[in-house]
């Protein structure tokens, strides 16, 4: 069980979701704005955040960003924004989850779990993936590509890590959003879309020019290092 922190300003959504965390076992503190959860987040180390976007100071992709400044607690974005660039946004920003309200406890047991079973299973493997020369550091989530380090938000880097464990192998989008973004039961395509473009962009490649990730239409995509890919490109 652990320490969940809820950042959600309205008075009548946060004693609830308290309470049902409660209930599942977790210990809870909550804030009513995006400052105090942010004072919170840094005071008492929590090891889950549960975050609203609409916040009555600061937006919580803000607060998020913030966050990520000074620590890699993983966060569920709980909000009623259920449009493309307000996910996106929120996963870039460094989210590890969304949930879109109203959602039931159940659900929320269930991204909460998924999550910390995600970290859990990070401390477990303490290696290192060298792809070509792409080398990833697993335990320190740091990436370098011909020595170099690349920058990566936490989902490009859990992104890539996925498929750099399965070097030359096709990863359909479908297995990415389950595995990737714990999303079984829905998610789209374009979401993995968007994130292979900005994890290509940051490893000075396009899709129509791979290196090492190469799409196959109607499959999904590979990571293999350049010498390895069969050349059918995008
Ligand atoms: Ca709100």
Do not use: C, N
């Amino acid at each position: 069980m652990a320490e969940v922190l809820i950042i959600e300003d309205d008075d009548r959504i946060r004693p609830l979701l308290v309470k049902a965390l409660r209930e599942l076992g977790h210990t809870v503190t909550s804030a009513p704005s995006g400052m105090a959860g942010l004072q919170l987040a840094v005071d008492s180390s929590p090891d889950l955040v549960v975050l609203d976007l609409g916040l009555p100071d600061v937006d919580g992709t803000q607060v998020l960003s913030m966050l990520r400044a000074v620590s890699q607690v993983p966060v569920i974005i709980a909000s009623a924004r259920d449009d493309d660039p307000s996910l996106v946004g929120a996963l870039d920003a460094g989210a590890d989850d969304y949930v879109v309200k109203p959602f039931t406890s159940a659900q929320l047991d269930a991204r909460v779990r998924a999550v910390l079973r995600r970290v859990a299973s990070g401390r477990e493997r303490p290696a290192t993936l060298t792809v070509g020369g792409l080398t990833i550091d697993l335990a320190g989530r740091r990436v370098h590509l011909d020595g170099r380090e690349v920058e990566l938000t936490p989902r490009e880097f859990d992104l890539l890590a996925h498929l750099a464990e399965r070097p030359g192998e096709v990863v359909t989008k479908r297995d990415l959003l389950v595995e990737v973004w714990r999303q079984p039961w829905g998610g789209s395509d374009k979401t993995v879309d968007v994130h292979l473009s900005w994890l290509r962009r940051k490893l000075g490649e396009t899709a129509a020019a791979p290196r090492y990730l190469t799409t196959v239409r109607g499959v999904g995509v590979r990571l293999a290092p350049p010498d390895d890919q069969p050349d059918e490109g995008d």
